[in-house]
C-alpha cells in the first residue's frame, strides 16, 4: 500500500467519523438538522473531490453502518443514504469538471429517489400505509386551516369563500407535490453544491466556480414548456377533452415551465439591480418583497429577458 492510498484511508476514516458526529447532532436536534441535511453531506462530496466515488462511497458506507447502530436503521436511511448519495455525485461532478446543469439535475434526481427510498422504508418499518397516511394528514392539514379561518371574526360569505379556496390550493398542491419536490430538490442540490464548493476552496481543493444567480441564463426553451403546460390544461376543455390524469400532467409542465422562467426573472432582476449599484441587503429585500407579493412578476419577466435580453440593453445604455 502507497502513501498515497494511506493518506486517503486516513482522511475518509476521519471525515467519516465528522460525518457521523454531525449527523448523529443534527438528528437529535431539530434546530441544527442543517448540519445532517448540508454539512455532512459536503463533507462526504469532498472526499470525493479529493479522493474520488470509491473513498466517497465508502465514508457514505461507513458513516451509514455506525449511524445505524447509533440511532437506528431508518434514522440511517432519513440521514446518511437520502443526502449521501446525492452529496457522491456532487463531489463526482466537481472532480470531473461536469457542467453546471448536470452537477444540478443528477444530484436532484438522485435525492428524489433517495427521498422515496426513505419514504417507503419508514412505511415499511413502522407496517403503515403510506396512502392512508398521507390521506389522514391531508385531512388534518384542512381542518386545522378550517377551524382557524372559521374563528376569525369574518363575514360568513367571505369565510365560505376563504374555505373553498383553500380546498382548491390543497386540491392543486396535491395534483403539483411531484414537480413541486422536484423543484424544491434542485434548489436543495444547489445549495449543497455552492456549500461544497465554499468548504472546497477553504480547504485548498480549488473546484470550478458555481455562477452567482445574477449571471444565470435559462434556456428559451422553458417559455415554450410553459406555453405547452397552458395549451394542455386548457385547449384540452376547448376541444372537448375532460380529463384528470391529462389535466395534471399539463398543470405540472406549466409549474415545472414557470420555474424555470421565475429563476431566469430573479437572475435577471438582480443582474439589473447590480447595474445600478443596489446594495445586497436591499438586493434581498427587494427579491424577498417581490417573492411574497407578487411572485408571478418573476415569471413574467424572465420571459420578457428570454425573447429581448433586458440584461444587454441596460449594459448597451451605460448602467
Not at 461536469?98 to 407496517?127: E, H, Q
Not at 400505509?129 to 367571505?158: K, R, W, Y
Not at 407579493?293 to 420571459?303: D, E, L, N, Q, R
Request: charge should be positive; glycine fraction near 6%.
Amino acid at each position: 500500500m502507497n502513501q498515497t492510498n494511506t493518506r486517503a484511508m486516513v482522511e475518509t476514516a476521519f471525515l467519516s467519523a465528522i460525518i457521523v458526529v454531525l449527523t448523529v447532532v443534527g438528528a437529535s436536534v431539530p434546530l441544527l438538522s442543517l448540519l445532517a441535511t448540508i454539512v455532512a453531506p459536503a463533507a462526504t462530496a469532498l472526499i470525493g473531490i479529493r479522493w474520488g466515488l470509491r473513498y466517497s462511497c465508502s465514508a457514505a458506507v461507513v458513516a451509514f453502518i455506525i449511524v445505524s447502530i447509533l440511532l437506528g436503521p431508518l434514522t440511517a436511511v432519513g440521514t446518511i443514504l437520502m443526502y449521501a448519495v446525492p452529496s457522491i455525485f456532487i463531489g463526482q461532478g466537481f472532480r470531473n469538471h461536469w457542467s453546471v446543469l448536470k452537477l444540478i439535475l443528477i444530484p436532484t434526481a438522485a435525492l428524489f429517489v433517495t427521498t422515496v427510498i426513505t419514504l417507503l422504508a419508514s412505511a415499511g418499518v413502522m407496517s403503515v400505509d403510506l396512502q392512508t397516511s398521507l390521506h389522514n394528514l391531508d385531512e388534518e392539514l384542512q381542518t386545522a386551516i378550517i377551524s382557524t379561518v372559521q374563528e376569525q371574526s369574518l363575514p360568513a360569505e367571505q369565510k365560505e369563500a376563504y374555505i373553498k379556496q383553500l380546498q382548491l390550493s390543497f386540491e392543486q398542491i396535491k395534483r403539483l407535490i411531484i414537480t413541486y419536490a422536484f423543484c424544491a430538490f434542485a434548489v436543495t442540490s444547489y445549495i449543497l453544491a455552492r456549500f461544497t464548493a465554499y468548504i472546497a476552496k477553504r480547504t485548498n481543493n480549488p473546484v470550478q466556480p458555481l455562477p452567482s444567480i445574477s449571471s444565470w441564463h435559462m434556456p428559451i426553451w422553458a417559455a415554450g414548456v410553459l406555453a405547452i403546460g397552458f395549451i394542455i390544461i386548457y385547449g384540452s376543455s376547448f376541444v372537448g377533452i375532460q380529463n384528470e390524469l391529462f389535466k395534471t400532467i399539463g398543470m405540472n409542465i406549466a409549474l415545472f415551465g414557470a420555474f424555470v422562467c421565475g429563476l431566469n426573472g430573479m437572475s435577471c432582476l438582480l443582474s439589473i439591480l447590480e447595474s445600478y449599484g443596489i446594495s445586497r441587503p436591499f438586493k434581498i429585500i427587494i427579491v424577498a418583497l417581490l417573492y411574497v407579493m407578487m411572485p408571478i412578476s418573476f415569471v413574467t419577466f424572465g420571459i420578457i429577458d428570454m425573447f429581448l435580453d433586458l440584461r444587454s440593453r441596460f449594459n448597451q445604455r451605460g448602467y
